[in-house]
C-alpha cells in the first residue's frame, strides 16, 4: 500500500462540500505547535515551519488548564494565513458547545478532551459531520482501557506525555507504556486511527515514541526554538521514521 497523507473533498450533513483530512497507509506526521512561536508572528511563523503536516494550535481557557492562549478568531485567521491545515487542540471547558465552532473556523482536525466531554461519541460524530477529523486526548493520568470501545469513532487518539497546559515541559516516559497499550488496541480493532503524542517531544524523545506505537508528533520548542524550524521539520521526521521502521508494532503493516 502506498503510504502518504492528503485531502479528500466530502460532503457534510448540510450539503456543502468541505475538505477533509485522511490518510492511507501509514505515514510518519510531524505538528509543530504554535504554542511556542512568537504570538506576535503567527502568520510567518506558520510558514517558518515549511514541510509540516499539520500546524498544532493549542486552545486554552484558563479554566480546564491553568493558562489561556487564543480562541475561534485566531484560528479563522490562521486558516487564511496558511495552506498547512490546522489541528486544533482544545484545553477547554463546555467542549461539547465549543468544538464544532473550531471547524467551522477552518480547522480540518479538532482535539477534545474527554475528561471535559460530557458525550464524547456524539461530540466525535458531529465534528465528523461537520468534515473534520475528530480526535480524542487524554492527560497523563486518564487510563485508556476505559475508551476502548470509543476508538471506533475517532479518527485520532492524542496522548498527552506532559500535564496540558504549559509549553516547554519535560517529557513524561512513564507514559510510554500507554502509548504501547494503545497502539496494542488499535491494532487488535484493525482501526485505521493515528495515534499522537503532545508534550516534551524532541530528538531526544521521538524515536522512543515511535518505537512504542506513536505516528503523528507535536513539537513546539524543538521546532520554533530551532534557528531553522523547517530543518527541524526534516530532521524530527527523518528520526521518528527510521524509529518506526523498526519497530515491532510496524512490522505487519
Given at each position: 500500500m502506498v503510504k502518504g497523507v492528503g485531502w479528500l473533498t466530502l460532503r457534510t450533513a448540510e450539503g456543502n462540500a468541505r475538505r477533509a483530512w485522511q490518510s492511507w497507509g501509514m505515514a510518519v506526521q510531524i505538528n509543530p505547535s504554535i504554542l511556542s512561536a512568537d504570538f506576535a508572528r503567527l502568520a510567518e511563523e506558520a510558514t517558518a515551519a515549511e514541510g509540516a503536516d499539520w500546524l498544532h494550535v493549542d486552545?486554552?481557557?484558563?479554566?480546564?488548564?491553568?493558562?489561556?492562549?487564543?480562541?475561534?478568531?485566531?484560528?479563522?485567521?490562521?486558516?487564511?494565513?496558511t495552506d498547512t491545515p490546522l489541528d486544533c487542540h482544545l484545553m477547554i471547558e463546555d467542549v461539547d458547545r465549543w468544538a464544532p465552532q473550531y471547524v467551522e473556523a477552518g480547522a480540518?482536525?479538532?482535539?477534545?478532551?474527554?475528561?471535559?466531554?460530557?458525550?464524547?461519541v456524539r461530540l466525535a460524530r458531529e465534528i465528523r459531520a461537520k468534515g473534520a477529523r475528530a480526535s480524542m486526548a487524554l492527560k497523563p493520568a486518564t487510563p485508556i482501557e476505559p475508551y476502548e470501545d470509543l476508538l471506533s469513532e475517532l479518527d485520532m487518539l492524542l496522548i498527552m506525555t506532559v500535564e496540558p497546559g504549559f509549553g516547554g515541559q519535560a517529557f513524561l516516559d512513564i507514559m510510554l507504556p500507554k502509548i504501547r497499550r494503545t497502539?496494542?488496541?488499535?491494532?487488535?480493532?484493525?482501526?485505521?486511527?493515528w495515534l499522537q503524542v503532545d508534550g516534551g517531544v524532541s530528538a531526544s524523545t521521538i524515536e522512543r515514541c515511535a518505537e512504542a506505537g506513536a505516528d503523528v508528533f507535536v513539537a513546539g520548542s524543538a521546532v520554533y526554538g530551532a534557528d531553522d524550524p523547517a530543518a527541524a521539520v526534516r530532521a524530527l521526521r527523518t528520526q521518528a521514521a527510521g524509529a518506526t521502521s523498526t519497530a515491532a508494532w510496524a512490522c505487519g503493516h
Open positions: 486552545v486554552m481557557d484558563n479554566h480546564f488548564v491553568p493558562n489561556l492562549t487564543l480562541g475561534v478568531p485566531v484560528v479563522e485567521s490562521l486558516a487564511r494565513a480540518g482536525s479538532v482535539t477534545f478532551h474527554v475528561e471535559a466531554a460530557a458525550a464524547p497502539r496494542e488496541l488499535i491494532s487488535k480493532h484493525g482501526l485505521e486511527l
